[in-house]
C-alpha cells in the first residue's frame, strides 16, 4: 500500500535509477519485464501474491519481502512467498540496492539451478528409458547388456537419429506386441 515506507522505497529506486510502477493492491496479473516486486507482508499479501508467481513458473520477477517485524508467522509466510531478500522497516537507504543484488542474483541461481535440474531429470529418464529397451532386447533374443546396448547403438547410427529415440521405439513395440498377445484369444 502507498505509505510512508512505500514512499521511502520508491525515492530510494529512483535514485538508484529504476523506474518502477506501483499497483496496490495485489493485481491479477504480473506486471510484464517487472525485475522485482517488492511485497509488504502484511495481511495475507504473501497468500495473493503466491499464485500470480507460481503461474510465471520460474521466469517472474525476483522477490523482495518487505517486514514490520520478525515472528514466525511473518517468517513462514516469506519462505512461502518463495523471497529471495527481505527489508526490514524502517527502510533504509544503504539497503536496498544491496537487497536489490542479492535478490536478483538468489534469483538467477535459483533459475539455472532448475533449468540444470530439468536438464538432468530428461537425462535420468532417458537413459531409464534405454535400459527399459535393454531389458527388453535381453529377455526377447537372450542377449547381455553390451549386446543389447549395441544393436540400440547400431540401429541409431543406421537411421541416424539417437538410441533413446530407438529405444522409445522398442519399448513401444514391445508394449503393443504385449498387448496383442493378451488380446488373443485362448482355445
Given at each position: 500500500?502507498?505509505?510512508?515506507?512505500?514512499?521511502?522505497?520508491?525515492?530510494?529506486?529512483?535514485?538508484?535509477?529504476?523506474?518502477?510502477?506501483?499497483?496496490?493492491?495485489?493485481?491479477?496479473?504480473?506486471?510484464?519485464?517487472?525485475?522485482?516486486?517488492?511485497?509488504?507482508?502484511?495481511?495475507?499479501?504473501?497468500?495473493?501474491?503466491?499464485?500470480?508467481?507460481?503461474?510465471?513458473?520460474?521466469s517472474?520477477?525476483?522477490?523482495?519481502a518487505?517486514?514490520?517485524?520478525?515472528?514466525?508467522?511473518?517468517?513462514?509466510?516469506?519462505f512461502?512467498?518463495?523471497?529471495?531478500?527481505?527489508?526490514?522497516?524502517?527502510?533504509?537507504?544503504?539497503?536496498?540496492?544491496?537487497?536489490?543484488?542479492m535478490?536478483?542474483?538468489?534469483?538467477?541461481?535459483?533459475?539455472?539451478?532448475?533449468?540444470?535440474?530439468?536438464?538432468?531429470?530428461l537425462?535420468?529418464?532417458?537413459?531409464?528409458?534405454?535400459?527399459?529397451?535393454?531389458?527388453?532386447?535381453?529377455?526377447?533374443?537372450?542377449?547381455?547388456?553390451?549386446?543389447?546396448?549395441?544393436?540400440?547403438?547400431?540401429?541409431?547410427?543406421?537411421?541416424?537419429?539417437?538410441?533413446?529415440?530407438?529405444?522409445?521405439?522398442?519399448?513401444?513395440?514391445?508394449?503393443?506386441?504385449?498387448?496383442?498377445?493378451?488380446?488373443?484369444?485362448?482355445?
Amino acid at each position: 500500500p502507498r505509505d510512508k515506507t512505500a514512499d521511502e522505497l520508491l525515492q530510494q529506486i529512483h535514485r538508484i535509477g529504476c523506474s518502477f510502477e506501483t499497483t496496490w493492491p495485489i493485481p491479477d496479473a504480473l506486471p510484464q519485464n517487472a525485475d522485482f516486486i517488492f511485497v509488504d507482508m502484511i495481511d495475507n499479501s504473501a497468500a495473493k501474491l503466491k499464485p500470480l508467481l507460481q503461474k510465471a513458473d520460474g521466469s517472474g520477477p525476483a522477490v523482495i519481502a518487505i517486514i514490520g517485524y520478525e515472528n514466525p508467522s511473518v517468517l513462514d509466510s516469506i519462505f512461502e512467498l518463495g523471497a529471495h531478500a527481505v527489508l526490514v522497516k524502517p527502510l533504509r537507504a544503504t539497503g536496498v540496492m544491496s537487497s536489490m543484488l542479492m535478490a536478483r542474483r538468489f534469483w538467477s541461481e535459483q533459475n539455472r539451478f532448475n533449468q540444470e535440474l530439468g536438464k538432468l531429470k530428461l537425462r535420468l529418464e532417458n537413459l531409464q528409458n534405454v535400459n527399459d529397451a535393454k531389458f527388453i532386447l535381453m529377455r526377447h533374443h537372450g542377449i547381455n547388456d553390451k549386446e543389447a546396448y549395441a544393436i540400440i547403438r547400431k540401429q541409431a547410427m543406421s537411421k541416424r537419429v539417437s538410441t533413446v529415440e530407438i529405444a522409445q521405439a522398442i519399448i513401444n513395440a514391445d508394449g503393443i506386441l504385449n498387448n496383442f498377445g493378451a488380446a488373443k484369444p485362448t482355445k
